[in-house]
């Protein structure tokens, strides 16, 4: 279970004490269980707007984004940020990319980036909540945090000395694949809304695999952030769009 708590930890802000420094080969198997972290997050903006069905929708949308940014602690919002300010400062150079998305701080072009991904998904939140399809919270972030895992599986890590490299070398690969068939399985369950959204995600996903590869030859911790954010972002959108018109 040491693997399940350290990805619980890295992921949330709930307060998780690990007794001793994870090995690499532990850090990589907690990539297993990211989307069961990302389903008990959408279990919990579940609860809550079951819980609060009453509010206006304009105040319930509000409020489920910020428990969903939250419950993450902006770690992904951080990695969006950084990446969104590399990929236009960097003008297609890898090294000067790369450069610009270890600066801590985020420049106009970041915070654009948060501005379209936060109204994105609370446009979608209002929709999704005024069609009742609460189902959406649930699966959109457990897939969205099986993004990572297929990202360590098929993409190198660029950096050298950073925690991916190690985690991208220990990763167990017969347990992820099962792991990446139970979570769409889990979308198989909502019939043809379930694949459509499992369409969309894993869309977005290679959409933004292949950029990040064409630029600078992998993934970083930020693009992998990144990824978790769009891929939320778009699928959650597109769905709500589709559910709308039919």
């Not at 350290?6 to 532990?26: C, D, G, N, R, Y």
């Not at 992820?176 to 019939?191: D, N, P, W």
């Not at 369409?199 to 990824?227: C, E, N, P, Q």
Request: hydrophobic share 55%; with cysteine.
């Amino acid at each position: 279970m040491t693997a399940f708590w350290i990805a619980m930890q890295f992921l949330t802000v709930f307060p998780v004490q690990l007794k001793q420094i994870p090995s690499p080969q532990q850090n990589a198997q907690s990539l297993l269980f990211y989307p069961l972290i990302g389903m008990l997050i959408g279990l919990v903006l579940f609860a809550i707007a079951l819980t609060l069905v009453k509010l206006p929708i304009i105040l319930l949308s509000t409020l489920l984004l910020v428990v969903w940014i939250w419950i993450t602690g902006g770690l992904h919002l951080d990695g969006l940020a950084d990446t969104a300010d590399a990929w236009v400062g960097g003008f297609g150079d890898p090294e000067k990319t790369l450069r610009i998305m270890k600066d801590p701080s985020s420049g106009p072009i970041g915070v654009l980036s948060l501005l379209i991904v936060c109204v994105l998904k609370w446009s979608a939140l209002y929709v999704l909540l005024e069609q009742q399809q609460l189902w959406l919270l649930i699966l959109v972030p457990m897939l969205a945090r099986l993004s990572p895992l297929i990202l360590f599986l098929t993409t190198p890590y660029v950096r050298a000395k950073g925690l991916g490299t190690a985690m991208s070398q220990y990763i167990p690969r017969k347990l992820s694949y099962v792991i990446i068939a139970i979570t769409f399985g889990l979308c198989g369950f909502m019939g043809l809304w379930g694949l459509l959204l499992m369409i969309f995600s894993t869309m977005t996903l290679w959409y933004l695999r292949a950029k990040f590869v064409h630029r600078i030859g992998g993934v970083t911790g930020d693009t992998i952030g990144a990824t978790i954010e769009w891929v939320e972002s778009v699928a959650l959108f597109t769905m709500v769009c589709l559910l709308s018109l039919y």
